[in-house]
Protein backbone atom coordinates (compact mmCIF):
# COMPACT_ATOMS: atom_id res chain seq x y z
CA UNK A 1 0.00 0.00 0.00
CA UNK A 2 1.45 3.72 -1.08
CA UNK A 3 1.65 5.90 2.04
CA UNK A 4 1.11 9.85 1.63
CA UNK A 5 5.38 10.03 2.25
CA UNK A 6 5.78 8.55 -0.79
CA UNK A 7 3.84 11.18 -2.57
CA UNK A 8 5.55 13.94 -1.80
CA UNK A 9 7.78 15.03 -4.21
CA UNK A 10 10.50 17.79 -3.51
CA UNK A 11 10.26 19.71 -6.86
CA UNK A 12 6.40 20.07 -6.58
CA UNK A 13 6.36 20.93 -2.95
CA UNK A 14 9.11 23.91 -3.37
CA UNK A 15 6.74 25.43 -5.76
CA UNK A 16 3.85 24.70 -3.68
CA UNK A 17 2.03 27.35 -0.96
CA UNK A 18 2.43 26.95 2.36
CA UNK A 19 -1.33 27.50 2.57
CA UNK A 20 -1.44 24.66 0.00
CA UNK A 21 0.77 22.49 1.75
CA UNK A 22 -1.03 22.65 5.26
CA UNK A 23 -4.45 22.29 3.73
CA UNK A 24 -3.50 18.95 2.14
CA UNK A 25 -2.09 17.63 5.78
CA UNK A 26 -3.07 20.06 8.52
CA UNK A 27 -0.12 17.76 10.92
CA UNK A 28 2.65 20.11 8.10
CA UNK A 29 1.53 22.99 10.60
CA UNK A 30 3.49 22.27 13.25
CA UNK A 31 6.78 21.96 11.29
CA UNK A 32 5.94 25.73 9.99
CA UNK A 33 5.39 27.01 13.46
CA UNK A 34 8.30 25.34 14.14
CA UNK A 35 10.38 26.90 11.74
CA UNK A 36 8.19 30.26 12.42
CA UNK A 37 7.08 30.29 8.45
CA UNK A 38 3.34 31.63 8.28
CA UNK A 39 1.31 29.28 6.86
CA UNK A 40 -2.34 31.57 7.56
CA UNK A 41 -1.90 35.17 7.55
CA UNK A 42 1.12 35.20 4.70
CA UNK A 43 0.52 31.22 3.59
CA UNK A 44 0.42 32.65 -0.12
CA UNK A 45 4.47 32.56 -0.32
CA UNK A 46 6.06 29.06 -2.03
CA UNK A 47 7.71 26.84 0.73
CA UNK A 48 10.77 27.65 -0.77
CA UNK A 49 10.20 31.62 -1.03
CA UNK A 50 9.34 31.38 2.47
CA UNK A 51 12.31 29.23 3.50
CA UNK A 52 14.71 31.06 1.81
CA UNK A 53 13.34 34.50 3.56
CA UNK A 54 13.77 33.24 6.72
CA UNK A 55 17.65 31.74 5.93
CA UNK A 56 16.23 27.81 5.93
CA UNK A 57 18.15 24.97 4.44
CA UNK A 58 14.85 23.76 2.44
CA UNK A 59 15.88 20.25 2.32
CA UNK A 60 16.13 20.26 6.13
CA UNK A 61 12.21 21.45 6.48
CA UNK A 62 11.27 19.13 3.74
CA UNK A 63 12.79 16.04 5.30
CA UNK A 64 10.81 17.30 8.51
CA UNK A 65 7.80 17.45 6.70
CA UNK A 66 8.29 14.04 4.85
CA UNK A 67 8.20 12.48 8.33
CA UNK A 68 4.77 14.41 9.22
CA UNK A 69 3.43 12.33 6.41
CA UNK A 70 5.30 9.16 7.64
CA UNK A 71 4.19 9.32 11.19
CA UNK A 72 0.50 10.95 10.79
CA UNK A 73 -0.28 9.46 7.48
CA UNK A 74 -3.81 9.83 8.34
CA UNK A 75 -5.64 12.93 8.67
CA UNK A 76 -8.19 13.70 11.76
CA UNK A 77 -10.06 16.22 9.75
CA UNK A 78 -10.24 16.99 5.95
CA UNK A 79 -11.34 20.21 6.52
CA UNK A 80 -10.93 20.87 2.39
CA UNK A 81 -13.95 18.41 1.88
CA UNK A 82 -16.16 20.09 4.57
CA UNK A 83 -19.46 22.07 3.27
CA UNK A 84 -18.82 25.51 4.07
CA UNK A 85 -22.12 25.43 6.66
CA UNK A 86 -20.37 22.71 8.75
CA UNK A 87 -17.23 24.42 8.67
CA UNK A 88 -18.62 26.96 10.06
CA UNK A 89 -20.25 25.76 12.51
CA UNK A 90 -17.37 24.20 12.98
CA UNK A 91 -15.22 27.01 13.59
CA UNK A 92 -17.68 28.90 15.80
CA UNK A 93 -17.69 25.58 18.33
CA UNK A 94 -14.21 25.18 18.38
CA UNK A 95 -12.48 28.32 17.32
CA UNK A 96 -15.08 31.32 18.69
CA UNK A 97 -15.83 29.52 21.75
CA UNK A 98 -12.44 29.04 22.81
CA UNK A 99 -11.23 32.75 21.92
CA UNK A 100 -14.01 33.66 23.80
CA UNK A 101 -13.30 31.28 26.86
CA UNK A 102 -9.49 31.90 27.33
CA UNK A 103 -10.15 35.35 27.16
CA UNK A 104 -10.36 36.33 30.51
CA UNK A 105 -8.38 33.55 31.75
CA UNK A 106 -5.24 34.79 29.85
CA UNK A 107 -6.01 38.70 31.02
CA UNK A 108 -6.15 37.37 34.71
CA UNK A 109 -3.05 35.55 34.81
CA UNK A 110 -1.09 38.80 32.87
CA UNK A 111 -2.29 41.00 35.50
CA UNK A 112 -1.24 38.84 37.80
CA UNK A 113 2.85 37.90 36.72
CA UNK A 114 2.98 41.66 36.56
CA UNK A 115 2.13 42.19 39.61
CA UNK A 116 4.61 40.00 40.73
CA UNK A 117 7.37 40.42 38.10
CA UNK A 118 6.70 43.61 36.27
CA UNK A 119 9.84 45.36 38.26
CA UNK A 120 12.19 42.90 37.39
CA UNK A 121 10.94 41.77 33.77
CA UNK A 122 9.28 44.85 31.41
CA UNK A 123 8.94 42.49 28.80
CA UNK A 124 5.72 41.30 30.64
CA UNK A 125 4.31 44.77 31.55
CA UNK A 126 4.61 44.88 27.56
CA UNK A 127 3.03 41.60 26.62
CA UNK A 128 0.40 42.75 29.17
CA UNK A 129 -0.34 45.69 27.39
CA UNK A 130 -0.76 44.25 24.09
CA UNK A 131 -2.87 40.93 24.39
CA UNK A 132 -5.75 43.51 25.88
CA UNK A 133 -5.65 45.08 22.14
CA UNK A 134 -5.55 41.76 20.50
CA UNK A 135 -8.24 40.15 22.48
CA UNK A 136 -10.92 43.41 22.19
CA UNK A 137 -9.96 43.22 18.46
CA UNK A 138 -10.97 39.81 18.08
CA UNK A 139 -13.94 39.70 20.37
CA UNK A 140 -15.27 42.59 17.49
CA UNK A 141 -14.10 40.76 14.69
CA UNK A 142 -15.65 37.39 15.85
CA UNK A 143 -19.22 39.46 16.08
CA UNK A 144 -18.85 40.47 12.76
CA UNK A 145 -18.38 37.15 11.14
CA UNK A 146 -21.24 35.57 13.32
CA UNK A 147 -23.89 38.73 12.47
CA UNK A 148 -22.51 39.31 9.16
CA UNK A 149 -20.21 37.42 7.31
CA UNK A 150 -21.19 33.68 8.40
CA UNK A 151 -25.01 34.48 7.95
CA UNK A 152 -24.28 35.42 3.97
CA UNK A 153 -22.05 32.52 3.78
CA UNK A 154 -24.67 30.44 4.65
CA UNK A 155 -27.15 31.74 3.07
CA UNK A 156 -25.58 31.06 -0.34
CA UNK A 157 -24.81 27.38 0.55
CA UNK A 158 -28.40 27.19 1.61
CA UNK A 159 -29.41 28.74 -1.91
CA UNK A 160 -27.09 26.24 -4.20
CA UNK A 161 -28.42 23.41 -2.20
CA UNK A 162 -31.78 24.44 -2.59
CA UNK A 163 -31.40 25.61 -6.09
CA UNK A 164 -33.11 28.50 -5.36
CA UNK A 165 -32.02 32.72 -5.82
CA UNK A 166 -30.38 34.65 -3.90
CA UNK A 167 -30.21 38.47 -3.18
CA UNK A 168 -27.13 40.41 -3.60
CA UNK A 169 -25.52 41.39 0.36
CA UNK A 170 -26.01 45.12 1.37
CA UNK A 171 -22.22 45.22 1.20
CA UNK A 172 -21.94 44.52 -2.17
CA UNK A 173 -19.68 41.29 -2.36
CA UNK A 174 -18.31 38.67 -0.16
CA UNK A 175 -15.17 39.97 -1.30
CA UNK A 176 -15.70 43.27 0.69
CA UNK A 177 -16.00 42.01 4.49
CA UNK A 178 -13.47 38.96 4.01
CA UNK A 179 -10.44 41.81 2.96
CA UNK A 180 -11.52 43.44 6.47
CA UNK A 181 -11.33 40.12 7.88
CA UNK A 182 -8.09 38.87 6.34
CA UNK A 183 -6.87 42.73 7.47
CA UNK A 184 -8.07 41.87 11.26
CA UNK A 185 -6.62 38.39 10.79
CA UNK A 186 -2.77 39.98 9.67
CA UNK A 187 -3.21 42.36 12.80
CA UNK A 188 -3.83 39.75 15.86
CA UNK A 189 -0.75 37.78 13.85
CA UNK A 190 1.27 40.64 13.98
CA UNK A 191 0.68 41.03 17.47
CA UNK A 192 1.35 37.74 18.81
CA UNK A 193 4.61 37.50 17.09
CA UNK A 194 5.29 40.84 19.38
CA UNK A 195 4.28 38.68 22.16
CA UNK A 196 6.33 35.46 21.31
CA UNK A 197 9.33 37.94 20.58
CA UNK A 198 8.78 39.60 23.86
CA UNK A 199 8.51 36.28 25.77
CA UNK A 200 11.51 34.47 24.14
CA UNK A 201 9.31 31.82 22.11
CA UNK A 202 7.05 31.27 25.48
CA UNK A 203 10.44 30.81 27.82
CA UNK A 204 9.68 31.05 31.11
CA UNK A 205 12.55 32.94 32.99
CA UNK A 206 14.37 31.10 36.32
CA UNK A 207 12.82 33.59 38.33
CA UNK A 208 9.50 33.03 36.75
CA UNK A 209 6.28 31.67 39.32
CA UNK A 210 4.22 28.66 38.52
CA UNK A 211 1.52 31.44 37.15
CA UNK A 212 3.98 33.29 34.90
CA UNK A 213 4.69 29.43 33.60
CA UNK A 214 1.15 28.72 33.59
CA UNK A 215 0.52 31.83 31.40
CA UNK A 216 3.46 31.50 28.69
CA UNK A 217 1.77 27.95 27.98
CA UNK A 218 -1.52 29.77 27.70
CA UNK A 219 -0.07 32.06 24.94
CA UNK A 220 1.65 29.21 23.13
CA UNK A 221 -1.48 27.51 23.04
CA UNK A 222 -4.04 30.12 22.10
CA UNK A 223 -1.17 31.52 19.70
CA UNK A 224 -1.38 27.83 17.69
CA UNK A 225 -5.11 27.76 17.96
CA UNK A 226 -5.00 31.08 15.96
CA UNK A 227 -2.73 29.77 13.64
CA UNK A 228 -5.12 27.30 12.80
CA UNK A 229 -8.26 29.36 13.10
CA UNK A 230 -6.97 31.79 10.66
CA UNK A 231 -5.95 29.03 8.32
CA UNK A 232 -9.01 27.76 8.13
CA UNK A 233 -10.69 31.16 7.07
CA UNK A 234 -8.30 32.42 5.13
CA UNK A 235 -6.61 29.58 3.25
CA UNK A 236 -10.26 27.47 3.18
CA UNK A 237 -13.62 29.42 3.80
CA UNK A 238 -13.10 32.57 2.27
CA UNK A 239 -11.93 31.68 -1.15
CA UNK A 240 -14.31 28.91 -1.46
CA UNK A 241 -17.25 31.37 -0.35
CA UNK A 242 -15.99 34.15 -3.03
CA UNK A 243 -15.94 30.84 -5.26
CA UNK A 244 -19.33 30.42 -4.68
CA UNK A 245 -20.88 33.65 -4.65
CA UNK A 246 -19.27 33.75 -8.24
CA UNK A 247 -21.41 30.89 -9.35
CA UNK A 248 -24.52 31.98 -7.25
CA UNK A 249 -24.76 35.57 -8.12
Sequence with gaps: MNTQAAQINFDEYRNKTLAEIVTDNYHTSAVF???????????NKSFEKACNEKGLELN????????VYNVGASKDH???????????EYIINNHHKYVSKMIPVIAEHCNK???AHGNDHP??????EIFPVIYKDLKQHMLKEEQILFPFIIQVVNAKKNNSETE??????VQNPIRMMEAEHEHAGNGFQDIKHLSNN???PEDGC????????????????????????????FPKAIELENEML
Excluded at 78 to 85: F, H, R
Excluded at 123 to 128: C, P, V, Y
Excluded at 215 to 232: G, Q, V
Design 202 to 204: YSV
Design 210 to 237: ETCAVLYKELKEFEEDLHKHIHLENNIL
Design 78 to 88: NYDEWELDFLI
Design 123 to 128: EMNKIA
Design 168 to 173: RPYFGS
Design 113 to 115: VVA
Design 60 to 67: TVFAELER
Design 33 to 43: DKYNLDFCCKG
